[in-house]
């Protein structure tokens, strides 16, 4: 069991890692995006012109943020990835940004 911990604590402190390197990627992804439908591989490819990033990343980042309600979106297609933002906390836009 004492085994498993070292593992457990690397995984979280790797993913503490990640979402300090591309959370401000992904929410500005999400912010070029409110209300357009895009799929996880544009997510990634915008990511992936910032930083290095293990594929997968980007979109585990997306989730953490719907998790912590730092945005909300709707999934179009599980098959296709397909996802569309409606809601960015604190994301002021002419328009509305709830959809």
Same mark, same amino acid.
């Given at each position: 069991m004492t085994q498993q911990m070292p593992s457990l604590?690397?995984?979280?402190? +790797?993913m503490k890692r990640v979402d300090r390197n591309i959370r401000h990627i992904v929410?500005?992804?999400c912010s070029r995006n409110v209300g357009r439908p895009f799929s996880l591989i544009e997510l990634e490819i915008f990511v992936m012109n910032e930083r &290095? !990033?293990?594929p997968g990343s980007p979109g585990r980042i997306l989730r953490l943020l719907k998790q912590e309600r730092v !945005? +909300?979106?709707q999934?179009?297609?599980r098959h &296709?990835? &397909?996802y569309? !933002?409606?809601y960015i906390r604190g994301f002021s836009h002419q328009t509305a940004i709830v959809f």
């Open positions: 604590q690397s995984h979280y402190a +790797n929410l500005d992804f &290095k !990033i293990t !945005i +909300n979106y999934q179009l297609s &296709k990835s &397909k569309q !933002i409606t």
